[in-house]
T-cell receptor, first 113, second 110 residues
């Protein structure tokens, strides 16, 4: 089953360090989404791509956050100078243009010490 | 006030009971989603609605656009239905952004 995959599944880092997460969407899914979810809350939208173009970004995505999808396939989310408040689950999802349903990856759980 | 509100926040039920989870939203929407999240994080899409009612197995989802309200019903609930159920809306046709509720945690006991 080639669902959405995310790597790593868990990341522990020290405050101030940079971290990068990867998302591999389902092949042929041209839309890719990043979300952040903190404990006890629903996911929050961060950004999304249609192919390689980043079409929408949340104001939650501060200057320390950057996302790329260089070839319209996998995507990376980088957080620079991590803060304790960045501790959360980072979720990736993808879908086809012709379908509304998003397929979610297992998430990357980040803990900033 | 959140743009998407769910009630109740927590729900416990005995196996076999009929479950209703509610979602109200305050923005214009082009679509509403119901999602299921199991412990460990995995999220699965259950339904997408823009009007009316949809049924899949023991799950039924309804939406009333005029009242800005949707419900998710589970008939003959089972312990394997225990999960967090999340409502999310797409707030228009010019955005692909989903706005999520905080979820309803359901526990079904045998």
């Amino acid at each position: 089953d080639t669902g959405v995959s995310q790597d790593p599944r868990h990341k522990i880092t020290k405050r101030g360090q940079n971290v990068t997460f990867r998302c591999d969407p389902i092949s042929e899914h041209n839309r890719l989404y990043w979300y952040r979810q903190t404990l006890g809350q629903g996911p929050e939208f961060l950004t999304y791509f249609q192919n390689e173009a980043q079409l929408e970004k949340s104001r939650l995505l501060s200057d320390r956050f950057s996302a790329e999808r260089p070839k319209g396939s996998f995507s990376t989310l980088e957080i620079q100078r991590t803060e304790q408040g960045d501790s959360a689950m980072y979720l990736c999802a993808s879908r086809k243009d012709t379908q509304e349903t998003q397929y979610f990856g297992p998430g990357t759980r980040l803990l900033v010490l | 006030k959140n743009e998407v509100e769910q009630s109740p926040q927590n729900l416990t039920a005995q196996e076999g009971e009929f479950i209703t989870i509610n979602c109200s939203y305050s923005v214009g929407i082009s679509a509403l989603h119901w999602l299921q999240q199991h412990p460990g994080g995995g999220i699965v899409s259950l339904f997408m609605l823009s009007s009316g009612k949809k049924k899949h197995g023991r799950l039924i989802a309804t939406i009333n656009i005029q009242e800005k309200h949707s419900s998710l019903h589970i008939t003959a609930s089972h312990p394997r239905d225990s999960a967090v159920y999340i409502c999310a809306v797409r707030s228009g046709y010019n955005t692909d952004k989903l706005i999520f509720g905080t979820g309803t945690r359901l526990q079904v006991f045998p």
